[in-house]
């Protein structure tokens, strides 16, 4: 081991501690920051892993067996399982995620402990029979409810990695973790007033209990508080978590010691060690919280996209309740269905990804953090800053850079609204002395490409835009008018009358005049839709007067840059006019 950790810090490559810590050669790892310190505190990570794994391996191939006794069908069938979930610490969990999915084993590994625990109530001869009651309730709720719940986590398609945290499943895992707390630590004193196992054992089954219930709070952590960690370093931790396997071992090792002597219970069932002990599984859990799960879960994986209520213009933060906006951050740094890659691999457990969210929060204003998103996996290529997404996690950073990712959905309305009104009151009738039979004027929204068309609104619209390099173009029932702006806003005023009127006045350039067929009796230019990004700010009027028929329609323009109508938000004005062909060509 010394060997490997010269190594590592004079060649810079943590391969050879890896090996030795891991048992199994590092194929593919994220690059490590060129940073001062951080290899020799990775290969500081290792050495502990080797030693923890060392002692770990020493308690449970050396430790002694108990007495020599003739033992129960119970106790027996109690030590195989307890070898049984050693074994799978060590090496078979490995083995069966080459050959089922992780939900699938997941669940074979929640039978198995949920055997253990009935069975490891059902042993003690020493504990009260509340105290036995209390632990054997919490065995069968883990067991009863346990199951269903790992079997409702696995997907219907196996290519398909899809845990869906569905109300009553989250309810049941903070239940079912609360309960396995519970049953640790009535078992704990149940194994100390036994007599069959040594004070040793029952300390390293206390320690078990805090490291479990501490494991989920070091790792993020580490990613908050130490810059330049990656996602190897943080995992590293979870490689530490070897009490809960040596008290296994040691539990089955010395299930066949001969009990000591009975001790005497106060009157009333319980002892006072054993009303404590009681009130301890109870409070105790509440106090600090769930407990660890083995694995990281992953809440949005793959095959999501579609049953996210915050992708795809769905929920905006201020419509998602507090404890729902890191789901929805993890929604939308899972999201793949823009024809980009995810910010973040679905791989990568949620509370990783939550802290290199918040990392993200950070940066000043400019900075792309293509760095923190490579450090963590993501194979995008190019990214910015999504306030859209990091608003879910830091509100105030992002609301300080663009408000109106705060809102909600009705105050986005409002704003649109607002914003629209505001744009048609900057609109008038440039043309007043013509009186159309009808007539309107609005702000008119230009999108990508800008231009906008005229059509039968009970018909398909031809896509006929910029047709032989002319502004103006017409097919049957649609007409496309080309404009110079795009992405703003411009005014426009629509004029229909009986017959062809004279031309405006100084200022106005003719762009052209096309015929048009109207199938249905309808002709106009259409308003934006809500939500929308192009057309009219508001409802103009129908410009076919004679019904189905042809019309013609004669398009006029000016360039307000020099002129004394000039505003900032507009340069462009629009002008059309609609009478009847009466030609009969």
Same mark, same amino acid.
């Given at each position: ?96 995620? #080459? %050959?089922? =999915?992780?939900?699938? *084993?997941?669940? $074979? ?5 949920? &055997? @253990?625990? /009935? ?125 809960? #396997? %040596?008290? =296994?071992?040691?539990? *089955?090792?010395? $299930? ?5 002597? &009975? @001790?005497? /219970? ?132 992002? *609301? ?11 105050? /986005? ?173």
């Amino acid at each position: 081991m010394a060997a490997a950790a010269v190594v590592s810090l004079i060649d810079g490559s943590v391969k050879p501690l890896w090996l030795l810590a891991m048992w199994f050669p590092l194929v593919d790892m994220a690059p490590l920051p060129a940073r001062e310190g951080v290899i020799a505190v990775m290969a500081a990570m290792l050495v502990m892993v080797s030693v923890a794994k060392s002692w770990m391996l020493w308690q449970v191939f050396s430790v002694p067996a108990g007495g020599d006794r003739p033992l129960g069908r119970r106790v027996v069938w109690l030590r195989r399982l307890l070898y049984l979930a050693v074994a799978d610490a060590l090496i078979l969990s490995a083995a069966l995620g #080459t %050959v089922l =999915s992780e939900a699938v *084993a997941g669940a $074979l590994h929640w039978l198995l402990w949920g &055997v @253990v625990q /009935v069975l490891f109530v059902l042993v003690m001869v020493r504990a009260s029979r509340g105290l036995r009651g209390a632990a054997l309730a919490l065995a069968g709720l883990n067991l009863v409810v346990g199951l269903p719940v790992m079997l409702e986590e696995i997907p219907a398609d196996p290519n398909v990695m899809v845990f869906a945290e569905t109300p009553w499943v989250e309810a049941a895992f903070v239940l079912l973790n609360l309960a396995a707390a519970g049953w640790q630590i009535l078992i704990l004193f149940a194994q100390r007033a036994d007599g069959r196992w040594t004070p040793a054992t029952v300390v390293v089954g206390w320690l078990a209990l805090a490291q479990s219930v501490a494991h989920p709070i070091i790792p993020m952590m580490i990613a908050r508080y130490v810059p330049g960690v990656t996602l190897d370093f943080i995992w590293l931790v979870g490689e530490l978590l070897v009490f809960h #396997t %040596v008290w =296994s071992a040691r539990s *089955a090792h010395e $299930l066949t010691a001969p009990p000591q002597p &009975v @001790v005497e /219970v106060e009157p009333g069932g319980l002892s006072s060690r054993g009303r404590a002990a009681v009130a301890l599984a109870v409070l105790a859990p509440l106090a600090v919280g769930v407990q660890a799960e083995e694995k990281a879960r992953l809440t949005y994986g793959g095959g999501w996209e579609g049953r996210s209520p915050w992708i795809h213009g769905g929920r905006r933060f201020g419509d998602t309740k507090p404890q729902d906006r890191e789901k929805a951050f993890l929604c939308h740094a899972r999201d793949s269905t823009r024809g980009t890659p995810p910010m973040f691999p679905d791989t990568l457990p949620d509370q990783y990804v939550l802290a290199y969210g918040r990392r993200l929060c950070e940066l000043p204003e400019g900075k792309d953090g293509m760095d923190i998103l490579r450090e963590a996996g993501s194979s995008r290529e190019v990214w910015r800053a999504d306030g859209e997404a990091l608003v879910f996690l830091c509100p105030g950073t992002v *609301a300080g850079r663009n408000p109106a990712e705060l809102y909600s959905d009705a105050e /986005v309305r409002e704003a649109e609204e607002r914003f629209v009104a505001e744009g048609n009151a900057r609109c008038a009738d440039p043309w007043p002395e013509l009186r159309g039979r009808r007539q309107g004027t609005a702000a008119y929204y230009l999108f990508e490409g800008g231009g906008y068309s005229i059509y039968d609104v009970n018909d398909d619209p031809e896509d006929i835009a910029g047709e032989g390099g002319k502004v103006v173009t017409a097919a049957r029932g649609s007409v496309h008018v080309s404009t110079v702006t795009e992405n703003t806003m411009m005014c426009m005023t629509v004029k229909a009358s009986n017959t062809a009127p004279p031309p405006p006045g100084k200022g106005w350039n003719h762009l052209g005049t096309v015929r048009v067929l109207s199938r249905s009796g309808s002709l106009g230019v259409p308003a934006m839709p809500e939500g929308g990004d192009t057309g009219a700010g508001r409802v103009l009027p129908d410009l076919a007067l004679k019904g189905k028929g042809r019309y013609r329609v004669r398009v006029y323009a000016r360039d307000l840059g020099d002129a004394d109508r000039y505003n900032e938000d507009y340069v462009e004005e629009h002008l059309i006019v609609v009478f009847p062909d009466r030609s009969g060509g």
